[in-house]
């Protein structure tokens, strides 16, 4: 089980709600799709370009398969992430741990590769090994190496899979499908700068506990709107499934269970996002603003 699901789900209360602020960000650092970390695609091109020069990747171009798939709209990233930890003093005894991941992902461009106006689809699967210092060495509460936990011990575990519609020159953006709250709402590149789930991919005081604010690699049914009036401005609303199976070793391990069964309710996000340049050298700003409600009436332990 994740290290920090008996934080996540909580004690029940009607409709509890949760509001959570932005800060400035004054780097951009963004992950491949199959990374441990949160992905933004309200940054990204609804297939990224694929660098080809030497040393880019560690199989390189593929003698050139990789570009001729982007040039058609397919765009296949494998990559593969190991963090080692260790305990010098301190805690239960003394030792070190890896944890490891190898990610898949998959974005395609159906304009480019079927003439469907705005159309992408998305996909994430990864498997994940190894332990951490966190559950063999003291407190598991909040796990040392953030890639620990969910998706482990299953070969192949479901992070997303969804659509997604651009239209009006990115003005109007709609997803839908299995994905997280994670990946839209108070998102930052510099959450996973640091290795210790704490903070990457989001801060665990920003769902309050709430297991309705979903977070990589567990992924619910649901969907969002986002809305960019200008260039550095967005408004973005979502509504997902609330699924008390979520963190269940047994049931939803693999992450291809699909039922409903379990759930308890919807959760509602809404976020105001700033994001200007600033100053003469015109440094990324990165501003939110958003608030967050769960209709569940009660968790189940």
Known sequence: MDGNAEYRRGVGRRGRPIAFVGMLALGVCLKTPAGAQTVDYSQLPSTQAVDSTPGAALFGDWDGVRSDLAQRGVNVKIDALTEFAGNVSGGTRQGSTFANQIGLGLDVNWERLA??????????????????????????????????????????????LFAEETLFDGQFDIALGRMNVENDFASSPLYCNFLNNALCGDPKALPGGDIGHSAYPDAVWGGRLRVRPTSDTSLTVGVYEVNQGLY??????SGFKFDTSQDSGAYIPIELAWTPKLGEDERPGHYKLGFGYDTSSGYQD
């Open 115 to 160: 003439g469907i106006t705005g159309l992408s689809t998305h996909a994430i699967f990864v498997n994940r090994s190894g332990s951490s210092d966190s559950r063999v060495f003291g407190d598991n509460l909040l796990p040392v190496q953030e890639i620990y936990g969910s998706g482990g011990d299953v070969a192949v575990h479901l992070v997303s």
């Open 248 to 253: 269940s070793n047994k049931t939803y391990r």
